[in-house]
């Protein structure tokens, strides 16, 4: 089981560091992505770090601007987000692959959701 957290309120420009504990499981053996929900849209993919050698992806509306890594130690993959923007306002969510098929951020391919966090970007 995964959970969310770190969320909050911050302002545009600023930036964010959320993190997804891991619990029943190490990070490290799955593909593990982060997801956010905004009202009335649905669940996209942003950010995903394969198992093993924890390479990342990263779908276009966030390259550059969000980053995903992990901490096996920690047992904890995190999403450090920066120049955020109101829209970037959503609850957020992190969750594993279930499927097999690897970083591709359907968002039916993943499973093991956690209550997510709600950030909002706002002036």
């Known amino acids: 089981q995964l959970q969310a957290s770190g969320g909050g309120l911050v302002q545009p420009g600023e930036s964010l560091r959320l993190s997804c504990a891991a619990s029943?499981?190490?990070?490290?053996?799955?593909?593990i992505a982060w997801f956010r929900q905004a009202p009335g849209k649905e669940r996209e993919g942003l950010a995903c770090?394969?198992?093993?050698?924890?390479?990342?992806h990263y779908v276009l509306s966030v390259k550059g601007r969000f980053t995903i890594s992990r901490d096996n130690v920690k047992n904890t993959v995190y999403l450090q987000m920066n120049s955020l923007t109101p829209d970037d306002t959503a609850v957020y969510f992190c969750?594993?692959?279930?499927?097999?098929?690897?970083?591709?951020?359907?968002?039916?391919?993943?499973?093991?959701w956690g209550q997510g966090t709600q950030v909002t970007v706002s002036s």
């Open positions: 770090i394969t198992s093993g050698d924890g390479s990342s």
């Open positions: 029943g499981g190490t990070v490290d053996n799955y593909d």
């Open positions: 969750a594993t692959e279930k499927q097999g098929l690897g970083c591709l951020m359907v968002p039916t391919f993943f499973g093991s």
